[in-house]
């Protein structure tokens, strides 16, 4: 029964993680239609990758037993080819200075996991302390997954908008902690566990802070909606000003 239930939260942890990884698709077409990577940042995508390169590793029987972690691998190993196709776009539309930027902290990530998968794989021997070492770096590449979008709070917080903090990322970044969280605790596996203890509340922050400012947005869109109208009304010869009038008139 518990294997089984472990296997269904692993299911919909795979589900969840699938739209989280998938949720930035909107944001890049808008991307290749407007040919411009405007303010979006690049940071997230690429904290992303490096959290799916190191988890693939620890699902992988190099590291774990045997296929004890299948879930991870699966879905993880889908988020890499997500994640580079984000930032291949991303590099493709960005300014020079952007593309110099993104390329070096991509270049470092795929460095750092690659020296953490030739240690684990030459200098320890046996699963245990395998994990450890791939699970104790994964731990700070998920909190860092987790905490990436709050490099736009700040533009949030100052411009009052969330156009730049897409909400499906927060939300779907929400609900991939709660799952992964329990499939972590039912597989009495810290390590996978550990790090939603973080993603959780960075998750309701950020959908506390998109509620909070899309109410506002909603808001003042009403006014100008209704300056418009009456600058559109200002401008019509006084005639049609009248005839319109009278028209509303005789309606009521």
Not at 226 to 241: A, F, G, S, V
């Given at each position: 029964?518990?294997?089984?239930?472990?296997?269904?939260?692993?299911?919909?942890?795979?589900?969840?993680?699938?739209?989280?990884?998938?949720?930035?698709?909107?944001?890049?077409?808008?991307?290749?239609?407007?040919?411009?990577?405007?303010?979006?940042?690049?940071?997230?995508?690429?904290?992303?990758?490096?959290?799916?390169?190191?988890?693939?590793?620890?699902?992988?029987?190099?590291?774990?037993?045997?296929?004890?972690?299948?879930?991870?691998?699966?879905?993880?190993?889908l988020g890499i080819i997500l994640e580079l196709s984000f930032i291949f776009i991303y590099l493709w539309f960005a300014p020079t200075r952007g593309k110099i930027k993104a390329g070096g902290i991509t270049t470092i990530v795929i460095v750092i996991f690659s020296v953490t998968a030739l240690i684990s794989t030459f200098l320890f021997h046996d699963h245990h302390h395998r994990k450890v070492l791939?699970?104790?770096?994964?731990?700070?590449?998920?909190?860092?997954?987790?905490?990436?979008?709050?490099?736009?709070?700040?533009?949030?917080?100052?411009?009052?908008?969330?156009?730049?903090?897409?909400?499906?990322?927060?939300?779907?970044?929400?609900?991939?902690?709660?799952?992964?969280?329990?499939?972590?605790?039912?597989?009495?596996?810290?390590?996978?566990?550990?790090?939603?203890?973080?993603?959780?509340?960075?998750?309701?922050?950020?959908?506390?802070?998109?509620?909070?400012?899309?109410?506002?947005?909603?808001?003042?869109?009403?006014?100008?909606?209704?300056?418009?109208?009456?600058?559109?009304?200002?401008?019509?010869?006084?005639?049609?000003?009248?005839?319109?009038?009278?028209?509303?008139?005789?309606?009521?």
């Amino acid at each position: 029964m518990g294997d089984k239930l472990r296997l269904a939260v692993g299911i919909m942890g795979n589900a969840s993680s699938l739209l989280l990884y998938a949720a930035p698709i909107l944001t890049f077409s808008r991307v290749i239609r407007k040919k411009s990577i405007e303010e979006f940042s690049c940071i997230p995508y690429i904290v992303a990758l490096s959290n799916c390169l190191l988890y693939t590793w620890y699902g992988l029987p190099v590291v774990s037993y045997k296929w004890e972690n299948f879930p991870v691998i699966t879905i993880n190993g889908l988020g890499i080819i997500l994640e580079l196709s984000f930032i291949f776009i991303y590099l493709w539309f960005a300014p020079t200075r952007g593309k110099i930027k993104a390329g070096g902290i991509t270049t470092i990530v795929i460095v750092i996991f690659s020296v953490t998968a030739l240690i684990s794989t030459f200098l320890f021997h046996d699963h245990h302390h395998r994990k450890v070492l791939v699970g104790t770096i994964g731990l700070v590449a998920s909190v860092a997954m987790y905490a990436a979008p709050l490099v736009v709070v700040k533009r949030v917080i100052v411009t009052k908008s969330v156009e730049f903090m897409p909400f499906y990322l927060s939300f779907f970044s929400f609900m991939a902690s709660v799952l992964w969280l329990a499939y972590g605790l039912l597989s009495h596996d810290l390590l996978l566990a550990s790090p939603n203890l973080v993603g959780l509340p960075l998750g309701l922050l950020q959908l506390g802070l998109y509620c909070k400012y899309r109410k506002r947005e909603i808001i003042e869109e009403e006014p100008c909606k209704w300056d418009l109208e009456q600058n559109n009304n200002q401008e019509k010869p006084k005639h049609m000003q009248l005839v319109t009038n009278e028209n509303i008139n005789g309606k009521c």
